[in-house]
């Protein structure tokens, strides 16, 4: 560590990476082709990582790239320590470790825990006979007395999610397809195999994981049926018929997250990212006992939630509220699993949403794609990938749409590769695309980076208090309080499409825009009342100028 790093972690109270920092997330299938063959890969993203270090983030996370049918898209995995040869080798990887390093920022994978791919050996094993020593590593069970399924439970892509196995007569349960059975993480040799494979990234100088599904991992040990959901709909996603109360978020989850925690901790600064969809009061109990939980139990929020200032407002009041002492914030818009937030909230707002992202107090994870602008794609039902859409068509719930490829340039298929991609490129790349949105200082992408620089530089808005204040119905606006001789920071954020007026009480002068969704209104002095045209945001400096 440098001098200035030290004295600037001195001044920051020595905040660790992770929580200052903005994570970035790339879905490796759509990021950057290098081969030609359709399909992103780890040369690909080395070759990109100068746009990501101009862009300001600190830490990149990949989904899975290790060896796989593909299936899901990766999230089979087939073998936890090795790459897929789709997005390169081994080597490739070391290679890509080090040019994040050398840049400065850090590599989160993705590890998924809950299920492997059933051409994982262990579970070629495990159905090979009753009797073998890996039976157990997954959940099996005879059927009800009837010959059907053990129970009711059902899978989140459609249909029961047990799966008779001819040779043996026992069906196998798995939360996802028939091709992702779930390992039995009550067996203790489960546990030591997955942490082994963690180790063996850690060991690389992997700087953190995401953990896929962790609210899963547990399942009731008496396999009780869950029980009816009585605010579903047959035109509903057909899991929702069920409430998951025997088959997510169990007590003993945390023991295990315990375990994994310790194994983090064994190494210096590492990062453990739970993926948990559940509602705030339950999020929050993955913090665990601060040592024993998460570091960030992904905090899904703004993703659900209506795109309403007050709701808002009060989520995050609720959210604020719940954290534990020690639990750090983090915020999300969008991932490789919900529709595009430009698509969500529309153009317009989706300014807005870049501005309440990186002013929050807590983590942000920025979504490849979304600091352009990219909205989700129009899929023909011909070229279909998702196996979510091909199970359950029709609903609206298929992810294809949010994972097409990066916008480069208006060259071929975007810059992405040289022949037609895996999915295909939206139809708005010639103008939607890194390159041009450089250019244009005011597109969205220019607006994410100024804000980053901002919060960069900003020890208020990395690590500073958070503060509600009063604004009219439309209008979410907060404070960002710096320490003694620090910028403070007040956001304004108009979600309406509507002129909208915030009075400012208390203000010291001088205060004055820093960043806004309009770049005219930079270095506009303020006080007393602040105007908001329709669809405007604005983060202004208070007190002392930043
Ligand atoms: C997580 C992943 C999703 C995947 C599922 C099963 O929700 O984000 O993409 O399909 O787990 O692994």
Not at 355 to 384: K, S, W
Request: glycine letters at 8%; proline letters at 8%; aromatic letters at 12%.
């Amino acid at each position: 560590m440098n001098g200035i790093e030290a004295t600037e972690r001195r001044a920051l109270g020595e905040y660790l990476w992770w929580q200052r920092g903005i994570i970035y997330q790339i879905y490796p299938r759509s990021f950057q082709d290098s081969n030609a063959d359709g399909v992103g890969d780890l040369p690909g993203i080395v070759s990109r990582l100068d746009y990501l270090r101009w862009l300001g983030i600190d830490a990149i996370w990949i989904s899975p790239i290790y060896p796989s049918p593909m299936k899901d898209f990766g999230y089979d995995v087939a073998d936890y320590r090795d790459i897929h040869p789709m997005f390169g080798t081994l080597a490739d990887f070391e290679r890509l470790l080090q040019e994040v390093h050398g840049r400065g920022m850090k590599l989160i994978l993705d590890f998924v825990p809950n299920h492997t791919s059933s051409v994982h050996p262990w579970f070629l094993e495990s159905r090979s006979s009753r009797h073998n020593p890996r039976r157990d590593w997954y959940l099996w069970r005879d059927g009800s007395a009837d010959g059907g399924p053990p129970n009711n439970w059902l899978s989140n892509f459609g249909g029961p999610a047990w799966t008779r196995d001819p040779a043996s007569g026992q069906y196998y349960y798995h939360a996802f397809l028939a091709d992702q059975p779930d390992l039995n993480w009550r067996n203790p040799a489960v546990v030591g195999a997955m942490l082994d494979n963690l180790r063996f990234w850690l060991d690389r100088g992997v700087d953190g994981f995401r953990v896929d599904v962790l609210w899963h991992l547990i399942k009731d040990d008496r396999f009780r049926d869950n029980p009816r959901n009585p605010a579903w709909t047959p035109d509903g996603n057909p899991f929702h018929a069920l409430l998951p109360e025997y088959t997510a978020d169990r007590p003993e989850v945390h023991d295990l997250i315990t375990v994994m925690r310790r194994l983090f901790d064994e190494y210096a600064q590492r990062v453990l990212i739970g993926e948990i969809y559940l509602p705030i009061e339950r999020l929050v109990t993955y913090y665990g006992t601060g040592p024993s939980g998460a570091h960030l139990p992904f905090n899904f929020q703004l993703i659900d939630a209506p795109w309403d200032a007050r709701h808002i407002a009060q989520l995050i009041d609720e959210y604020e509220a719940a954290l534990p002492a020690y639990g750090w914030p983090n915020w999300v818009l969008g991932n490789h699993d919900n529709h595009r937030i430009a698509s969500r909230i529309g153009p317009a707002q989706a300014r807005i949403a870049a501005l309440l992202l990186l002013t929050l107090r807590g983590t942000p994870t920025l979504y490849y794609g979304d600091e352009l602008g990219m909205r989700d794609g129009d899929i023909p039902p011909a070229q279909v990938q998702d196996p979510l859409e091909r199970n359950v068509p029709g609903k609206g719930l298929g992810r294809d749409p949010e994972r097409t490829p990066m916008q480069w340039d208006d060259g071929p298929h975007a810059g992405f590769s040289s022949v037609a991609p895996w999915l295909p490129v939206l139809d708005d790349f010639a103008h939607v695309n890194v390159h041009s949105a450089q250019q244009d200082p005011d597109s969205l992408l220019s607006l994410y980076h100024r804000l980053i620089r901002l919060r960069r530089g900003s020890p208020a808005l990395e690590v500073g208090r958070f503060e509600p204040y009063p604004s009219s119905r439309d209008v979410l606006a907060y404070l960002r309080r710096g320490r003694e001789g620090e910028s403070s920071f007040l956001v304004c954020l108009n979600l309406s499409a509507q002129p909208q007026r915030v009075t400012l009480t208390d203000l010291p002068a001088p205060s004055s825009v820093v960043v806004g969704t309009r770049r005219t209104r930079e270095g506009e002095e303020v006080s007393d009342v602040f105007d908001l045209a329709a669809n405007e945001g604005a983060v202004i400096a208070v007190g002392t100028t930043a």
